[in-house]
């Protein structure tokens, strides 16, 4: 009994560090989300060059802001053009913070329902309608995680550039993959929850 109890313990100090390090996690993303928004439009600059270390002296574009480097990008992306035949690289590195927050913001919110999960689960039998509930959570959420990135940044494509193709790439196929297999496993909780359920009432 003692050692149920400290299994619980341990499990809800895991669960609340996990609670902590999800809203670190969501602060910087959102931080680095303001510093593009709040960014000068002129800052932003592509350069074609070797990266640093690089073996073949294969060259790749590179993002730079303030003459800092950010990140390598696709080049076909960030030259987007308006209706009035202008890029603007501010825009399309605030797409991809945009789909980066989505990201961040979906898995975090699975992780924590997986750390309510693992908080029940150490005081008992995990098996529990609560628990059912919060796998078919998941699911969605996992379904979530392969469309909402995807669509946040054809909505910005079309509202900037008038003209967005939507197309699903070969993550959000494996995405969808888990989400069904997410699903599965939650029919298959289900039934453990029945026989839990039939269990408790025999004792």
């Known amino acids: 009994?003692?050692?149920?109890?400290?299994?619980?313990?341990?499990?809800?100090?895991?669960?609340?560090?996990?609670?902590?390090?999800?809203?670190?996690?969501?602060?910087?993303?959102?931080?680095?989300?303001?510093?593009?928004?709040?960014?000068d439009k002129d800052s932003y600059e592509i350069r074609f060059?070797?990266?640093a270390g690089a073996f073949n002296?294969?060259?790749?574009?590179?993002?730079?802001?303030?003459?800092?480097?950010?990140?390598?990008?696709?080049?076909?992306?960030?030259?987007?053009?308006?209706?009035?035949?202008k890029t603007d690289l501010k825009y399309c590195a605030l797409m991809e913070q945009a789909k980066e927050v989505s990201y961040s913001l979906i898995l975090s919110?699975?992780?924590?329902?997986?750390?309510?999960?693992?908080s029940d689960a150490a005081?008992?039998?995990?098996?529990?309608?609560i628990n059912a509930r919060r796998l078919r959570i998941i699911g969605w959420l996992q379904f979530a995680l392969a469309i909402v990135p995807g669509l946040i940044v054809f909505i910005m494509h079309f509202f900037k550039f008038s003209y967005a193709n939507l197309s699903m790439d070969v993550k959000s196929f494996y995405m969808f993959v888990i989400f069904f297999a997410i699903m599965v496993v939650a029919q298959v909780f289900d039934y453990g929850v029945k026989l839990q359920e039939d269990v408790d009432s025999i004792a």
């Open 109 to 118: 919110v699975m992780m924590f329902v997986v750390s309510l999960i693992a």
């Open 57 to 85: 002296q294969q060259k790749v574009f590179r993002l730079y802001q303030g003459g800092e480097y950010v990140d390598d990008v696709d080049y076909n992306l960030y030259t987007l053009m308006d209706v009035n035949g």
């Open 1 to 39: 009994m003692k050692n149920k109890v400290n299994n619980k313990k341990k499990v809800i100090r895991i669960s609340q560090f996990i609670t902590y390090f999800i809203i670190a996690f969501l602060f910087l993303r959102a931080a680095d989300f303001f510093e593009v928004v709040f960014s």
């Open 49 to 51: 060059e070797e990266p």
């Open 123 to 129: 005081g008992g039998s995990p098996f529990t309608r």
